[in-house]
């Protein structure tokens, strides 16, 4: 499949806020260029300090988000969506877009995706990389192909700490909006009973089952191409929606049918100029807030219906 690569460049400050924007223009996510701490994030991932000279010319005022817009979609109207809404939201920006395919994407990926620990329990290692388990963790193989979700976004890996805290042999997991599948093949591994996840993008359920293959679990989940409402039926003990703000709200009004009395709600993607209105409508349609967790901005939730006082 051929794509269109859209690039928005904005000034490191804006990036949250650009990024919160770009990720309601396409289902199959964005990756991140931001050099502004370049020199701690290499310790920090990799644990180096000699960094190549390529890297250290980079621009380290302005990062730089990319989103892929598949052939059947509309790539021109994603442009003019995407400079509209940040002109919008008063965000200097440059948006340009040029053609890639399929091999291009996944080699992008792999010069950012390192192997890294989450929560207590889990490490995340890309498919082409050895991890090297000291600590005895339980290691999550992933190659996120042309979709979004390898837990280094601070979306996903609050889900997976929250998952890491919450999962138990009993529990039952539904995954809305699975993305790379990285949740609920996390779930699993964290020893839940099953797993079902649900995307609209056929390419990201493509690549969510080939992420369970390759973790063995494909036996556990049940990945499903299309709309919650039409390709889920039953109730859950976890449901996570690591989406964005305005396909949240929207999920509010139909996601308890899908939930037990005690079952818990994880949702995220909300950044956190959002997080008023997420909690509102929270509010609004019966959902108490156990607990909310933030970082880099962005902003996630673990939810349970309210109960009669």
């Known amino acids: 499949m051929n794509w269109t690569e859209i690039t928005i460049s904005v000034p490191c ?124 963790r339980t290691v999550l193989q992933i ?10 976004h601070a979306t996903t890996s609050l889900c997976m700490e929250i998952l890491d805290q919450i999962v138990t042999a009993d529990s039952t997991v539904l995954d809305i909006g699975c993305g790379s599948g990285i949740l609920g093949i996390s779930a699993l591994l964290l020893g839940a009973q099953s797993a079902v996840g649900v995307d609209i993008d056929a390419q990201s359920v493509k690549t969510a089952r080939e992420n369970a293959e390759i973790n063995g679990l494909a036996e556990k989940v049940d990945f499903r191409v299309g709309d919650l409402a039409e390709q889920v039926s039953g109730k859950y003990d976890i449901i996570c929606a690591n989406i964005v703000a305005d396909v949240i709200l929207r999920l509010f009004t139909n996601v308890a049918d899908f939930m037990k009395p005690e079952s818990e709600l994880i949702v995220s993607g909300i950044i956190d100029l959002r997080a008023a209105e997420i909690e509102a409508a929270a509010e609004k349609f019966g959902f108490e807030i156990i607990e909310k967790r933030t970082r880099e901005n962005w902003c996630a939730y673990r939810l349970k219906i309210r109960t009669a006082e």
């Open 13 to 136: 400050e804006k990036t949250d806020d650009a990024a919160a924007i770009a990720n309601l223009s396409v289902p199959y996510g964005i990756y991140i260029e931001d050099y502004s701490d370049l020199e701690t994030a290499a310790w920090e991932i990799a644990h180096i300090d000699l960094i190549d000279e390529e890297l250290t010319a980079k621009d380290r005022t302005k990062s730089i988000i990319h989103i892929y817009v598949s052939e059947c979609d509309n790539a021109a109207e994603a442009v003019v969506f995407l400079k509209e809404r940040l002109i919008a939201a008063g965000i200097p920006a440059e948006v340009n877009s040029c053609g890639v395919n399929d091999d291009d994407w996944n080699e992008n990926w792999k010069k950012y995706f390192k192997a890294f620990e989450i929560g207590k329990r889990l490490a995340v290692c890309p498919s082409w990389e050895t991890y090297e388990n000291t600590e005895n």
């Open 143 to 152: 190659d996120p192909g042309a979709a979004f979700g390898t837990g280094t």
